[in-house]
Structure formats: structure tokens, C-alpha cells
């Protein structure tokens, strides 16, 4: 049960929470692929990558490309930007690159229109909302930063495309759902695909208490291995019916999408929770006619143990 607690906590804080945005109530392998579209059950937008022993290198993500299937919209391209709301320091760092080469990134946040993160991000406060201390709790717990704190939303061309607190609560609140009953589900997910391997309870306890300083190494390779099973848990989230913190929030990125892309906005980033992006790649295939045309992954979670720190000499001697 432990097992699946963390995995909860870990899905609902890092691939599909309310976000960024706190605000709410109620790598190395970067080559590029170009692969025909396999089926959409078994579509990546995250992994970890191993070496070839099979131990861990890193958690990465992915940045996939759209472009028209038809050629019906000549010179556009959208990009499905995977995230992790807390990483190295050094993935933000490459994004905040990346994203300046892009007409419009249309970015997830849950906050009232026209609210903008500072730049440097909250100076150090916590969140009030529970996912959102959820995501505090495990940036300090694996040593990451928190993905507020490192990109730049002052950019002029981030556009918000997300829902108010308002429209979240009310959408919640029309479709009977609540964080609690989101949560269990994670936690039932969890528990009906513990025979089929992964993390053990007595793993991450393993971890829990070994020396500080394997401690957050060994963590944070323990909860990557649980992205295997990220598929299953988003099913779980969504239900059969959709929900509000996927389908709903997808909704309404891609009305913002539509309309940018009616203003002329050719090269477009839709920088999201990893856990939104199968949802997203249904719709721009059968809502906008995009295929996909290339791939790449960025290291979101360096996972090579780090080398042991060398003893200062003895000024005594």
C-alpha cells in the first residue's frame, strides 16, 4: 500500500496535476525520429532510458512535431512539449532555450487570465494547494528544482491556455469529481497492476533509509520506474467519461490553439504535462489534421549515480 501511495503522489504532482498553477481551489538522446505513428495505446511522451545493462541513465521526456497531413496548412508546426513539474535544473535551462525559438508557446497554468509568474518564480513560497505541496514535498525529497522557479513565463510569447480557478471548480463540481476520488482511483490503478512488476514497497523503504548519500539517488531511480506504468494511471484519472483535469484543461488549450493559429502563428509550442500529451496527440490528428513528423527527448531526470565526494585532506597533519 505504501507502493502505491507514493505512486499516487508521484502521478498526480508530476505528469497530470492541476499544474503548474497552485492557484486553484476547490538528454543526451536527442536525435530525431521519424517513425510511422504506432497505435495510440502504445504511444511514449516520457520513459527512462538505460544503458545497455539495463541500468537507469535518465528520465526523459519527449517534444513531438505536428505539421499538416494534407498539406491543407502549409509551414505550420506544432510541438507537443512534454513536462515534468520538478527536474534538473539543467532540463528547464535547455527549454527556456528551446522555447525561444517559437512563434507562441501556449503554457499550463491554472490561474485567473492575465496572471503571469514572475520571473524567478515564487521567491521561495509554498504552494497552498495540495498538489502543488505534493510537488514541493518531492522536489525537496529528490533534490530537483520546481519547474515555476526556472522557466520564464515574462516571455512575450508565452500565452496562458488553461482554465481559471473558477471554470476548474465549476467543471469539477458539474462532473461530480474531486481530488480525493482522483487520488484513489491512482491508488486502485495501482494496486490492480502490482503483480505485473515495478517498484516494491520494500524498495522505495530501502531507500527511504539508506545513507544521505545514496538516498536521493536511489529514490529517484525507484519512482522512474514507475513511468512504466504512467499509461495505465492516466487511464485511471480519465475514466471512461474524460475529466476535467485532462480532457476538460485539454479542451480549452486547444480552443486557445485553434485560435492562434487562425491569427497567423505558424511554429506553435504546447508546453504540458506529460500526462496530458496522448489526449492532445488524438485531438491534433483528428481535430486539426496533423500527422506527426519527428521526435525528440530531453533528460528531465539525470539517473547516473552521481561519484562519491573525495575527502577533504586533514589540515592538521
Request: net charge neutral; aromatic share 6%; no cysteine.
Given at each position: 500500500m505504501f507502493r502505491q501511495w507514493l505512486l499516487a503522489?508521484?502521478?498526480a504532482g508530476l505528469v497530470s496535476s492541476i499544474g503548474i498553477g497552485q492557484e486553484a481551489q476547490p538528454a543526451a538522446d536527442s536525435k530525431e525520429t521519424t517513425a510511422a505513428k504506432p497505435p495510440l495505446a502504445t504511444e511514449q511522451f516520457m520513459r527512462v532510458r538505460k544503458d545497455r545493462r539495463g541500468q537507469p541513465l535518465s528520465m526523459d521526456t519527449?517534444?513531438?512535431s505536428y505539421v499538416s497531413a494534407d498539406g491543407s496548412k502549409p509551414d505550420v508546426q506544432v510541438d507537443l512539449v512534454g513536462a515534468i513539474h520538478v527536474g534538473d535544473k539543467a532540463y528547464y535551462d535547455e527549454l527556456n532555450k528551446l522555447f525561444e525559438s517559437y512563434d507562441v508557446?501556449?503554457?499550463?497554468?491554472?490561474?485567473?487570465?492575465?496572471?503571469?509568474?514572475?520571473?524567478?518564480g515564487r521567491q521561495g513560497k509554498a504552494s497552498g494547494h495540495p498538489i502543488g505541496a505534493m510537488q514541493d514535498g518531492?522536489?525537496?525529497?529528490?533534490d530537483l528544482d520546481h519547474q515555476l522557479d526556472c522557466?520564464?513565463?515574462?516571455?512575450?510569447?508565452?500565452?496562458?491556455?488553461?482554465?481559471?480557478?473558477?471554470?476548474?471548480?465549476?467543471?469539477m463540481a458539474d462532473r461530480g469529481e474531486s481530488f480525493m476520488q482522483m487520488f484513489f482511483r491512482l491508488m486502485g490503478a495501482g494496486l490492480a497492476q502490482q503483480g505485473q512488476g515495478g517498484t516494491s514497497d520494500a524498495a522505495i523503504?530501502?531507500?527511504?533509509?539508506?545513507?544521505?548519500a545514496e538516498r536521493t539517488h536511489r529514490l529517484k531511480v525507484e519512482f522512474a520506474k514507475q513511468m512504466g506504468a504512467m499509461e495505465g494511471q492516466m487511464e485511471a484519472i480519465n475514466?471512461?467519461?474524460?475529466?476535467?483535469?485532462?480532457?476538460?484543461?485539454?479542451?480549452?488549450?486547444?480552443?486557445v490553439l485553434d485560435r492562434e493559429l487562425k491569427a497567423g502563428k505558424k511554429k506553435i509550442a504546447v508546453f504540458y504535462g506529460a500526462g496530458h500529451l496522448p489526449d492532445m496527440e488524438e485531438r491534433l490528428l483528428k481535430d486539426f489534421q496533423l500527422k506527426r513528423n519527428g521526435q525528440k527527448w530531453l533528460t528531465a531526470w539525470s539517473l547516473?549515480?552521481?561519484?562519491?565526494?573525495?575527502?577533504?585532506?586533514?589540515?592538521?597533519?
Open positions: 503522489a508521484l502521478l519527449a517534444i513531438v508557446v501556449l503554457y499550463e497554468l491554472v490561474a485567473k487570465e492575465g496572471d503571469r509568474i514572475p520571473k524567478g518531492l522536489k525537496t525529497l529528490l522557466i520564464d513565463y515574462t516571455k512575450e510569447n508565452f500565452v496562458h491556455a488553461d482554465m481559471s480557478p473558477d471554470e476548474f471548480a465549476k467543471t523503504l530501502m531507500a527511504l533509509f539508506a545513507s544521505p475514466g471512461e467519461d474524460g475529466s476535467t483535469i485532462i480532457t476538460e484543461r485539454n479542451k480549452k488549450a486547444f480552443a547516473i549515480k552521481p561519484e562519491p565526494k573525495a575527502k577533504e585532506p586533514d589540515s592538521k597533519k
